[in-house]
């Protein structure tokens, strides 16, 4: 093995294998843009290959460069594996352990049914996977009928629907501020390009977002492209980056308008021929350009860590996209310290447009100028503690419940509870309008139980009788406050699970600290669809 997977990718991995194992087979794996998503495909095939009594991997990728990028990964993992390529005129599958092919030479009947004995099925980019000819592909090689299917994205958001067809579950999810946390990913600091002239009420949406060809001529006629390069040269001269435009004409205007103040920069384009465009990203890979300006081809399989600006000069209402453009830049290079991201802004706009905060799935406010992603998070949950602290019931049920040996929890809203396993809990309910509690118990197997003498009391009975039945239905291990384990540091599965469930952890957590955290966060869950069912 050339290198080790990092904790995350071990745990996605075995999150997936869990999912086939519990008799699913279409899942899909989150990651944002630079946490390895090829490697960890990569290691997952070279795993599973022994287990497929014969059967081959298949990788599907839809661009030629994700196809390159996930052969050489899958030998950097195994020196040792056969991995064929099948595109275009490509056809090397006959002796191949695993085969990475493009989707388009797949949709060719002809071409896919040469293909046989596939044990794995492996989708790079699996938010494209709704699409027509995927499907095919797909049911061609048996992922409705038991053929173990992974899809890998940094987003799972496609406008145009159909991807609950395709995946069953998405068994594991990375947010972007766990891997800004970690160290995985650079911190990102935004900045608005604001442009008087440019006019986005007067784009309409077509599918979900604004139309390329109407944007790029309100990028046009506003001289937002000039604005654009007078910022790069004033905020960001010394950062190589990349420009994100709508239309072919702006990129390539906004190469020009950044030669102009003085800064090396270049277009590629999707039609650009393969050797113009592979011979443009090697000048920018070595330093030669420092601005790649483009119409929408790298928001995929682009992988140049020494990027350290991204310039959004393409205005959209997806925070998918938004996610795969910014995260662009937010791999970490040596001395890159963060990102910085230029967000073009016009005039008062009726769209509602992805903006940094988007990057995360998690609620955390507004952008402020200025500020980093992981500060505004860090305000954002500090301003949510104050506010929860603020609103909590009186005093004297404050220090009822501080001085109980019981471990006393409490949701999101402010509901008291007891967790006693896994699937059980007791909580107490606020009588309407009066300060007396009703004791209630939740099963997983029944929902939520009255006790047979079902009358509310105040708060010092409530309580007892609750600790009480806290005492009898489970270990004290499980429900004490002083409990040893408690103090211990937190296992890989407690701080595994808490990144799949989007959980913070603060620094110097115990055990204890992220069990609470973790029933918080589930009973929270189920009283909330207690309520929406009722």
């Not at 075995?14 to 490697?39: H, S």
Request: one cysteine or more.
């Amino acid at each position: 093995m050339s290198f080790t997977p990092r904790p995350y990718q071990v745990e996605a991995i075995e999150a997936l294998r869990k999912g086939w194992a519990d008799g699913q087979n279409r899942l899909a794996v989150v990651l944002p843009t630079g946490a390895g998503k090829t490697v960890v495909f990569s290691h997952l095939a070279h795993q599973m290959l022994d287990s497929l009594g014969g059967r081959r991997a298949l990788v599907i990728a839809h661009r030629e460069e994700l196809i390159e990028q996930a052969a050489s990964k899958l030998l950097a993992v195994d020196p040792m594996l056969r991995v064929g390529i099948v595109k275009a005129q490509r056809d090397d599958h006959a002796d191949a352990d695993v085969i990475v092919a493009s989707v388009q030479t797949l949709a060719v009947a002809k071409r896919r049914e040469a293909i046989r004995d596939i044990g794995l099925i492996i989708v790079d980019e699996c938010h494209h996977a709704a699409a027509r000819t995927y499907m095919e592909v797909l049911r061609h090689f048996g992922a409705w009928d038991g053929v173990p299917t992974a899809g890998f994205t940094a987003t799972m958001t496609r406008e145009d629907g159909g991807l609950a067809e395709v995946w069953q579950d998405v068994v594991y999810r990375l947010d972007i501020l766990d891997m800004i946390s970690d160290g995985y990913l650079c911190d990102v600091r935004g900045m608005s390009i604001k442009v008087d002239t440019l006019d986005l009420n007067k784009v309409r949406t077509r599918g979900g977002d604004l139309v390329e060809g109407q944007l790029g001529k309100a990028l046009e006629d506003s001289g937002a492209l000039d604005a654009i390069a007078k910022a790069y040269a004033e905020h960001a001269a010394d950062r190589p980056g990349v420009v994100f435009t709508p239309t072919v004409a702006t990129a390539q205007q906004a190469a020009a308008s950044l030669r102009a103040v003085g800064i090396t920069a270049a277009p590629v384009w999707g039609d650009m021929g393969r050797d113009e465009r592979r011979a443009t990203l090697a000048r920018y890979e070595a330093g030669e350009v420092q601005v790649l300006t483009n119409c929408m081809v790298l928001t995929e399989g682009f992988d140049a860590p020494h990027t350290s600006c991204i310039v959004v000069a393409r205005p959209t209402k997806s925070a998918g996209l938004y996610v795969q453009m910014v995260g662009r830049g937010l791999r970490p290079a040596p001395g890159k310290q963060n990102a910085l991201l230029l967000d073009v802004m016009g005039a008062a706009s009726r769209h509602r447009l992805a903006s940094m905060v988007d990057l995360t799935e998690r609620e955390i406010g507004e952008a402020q100028a200025g500020k980093s992603l992981k500060q505004v998070a860090e305000e954002h949950a500090a301003a949510e503690k104050r506010r929860a602290l603020a609103a909590r019931v009186e005093a004297e049920e404050i220090n009822l419940f501080g001085s109980s040996a019981i471990r006393w929890l409490r949701t999101e809203d402010g509901t008291w509870f007891i967790r006693l396993t896994g699937a059980m809990f007791l909580f107490l309910q606020r009588d309407p309008g009066t300060r007396l509690y009703r004791m209630r118990r939740w099963t997983q197997a029944d929902g939520v139980h009255p006790p047979k003498d079902d009358v509310a009391r105040p708060l010092p009975e409530a309580l007892a009788w609750l600790e009480q039945q806290a005492k009898v239905l489970a270990p004290s291990a499980f429900v004490v406050r002083q409990a040893r384990w408690r103090s211990g540091k937190p296992s890989p599965k407690q701080l595994g699970l808490c990144r799949r469930l989007g959980i913070r952890v603060p620094t110097g957590s115990t055990a204890g600290d992220v069990a609470d955290l973790i029933d918080q966060d589930r009973v929270s869950r189920v009283l909330a669809q207690l309520i929406t069912a009722a």
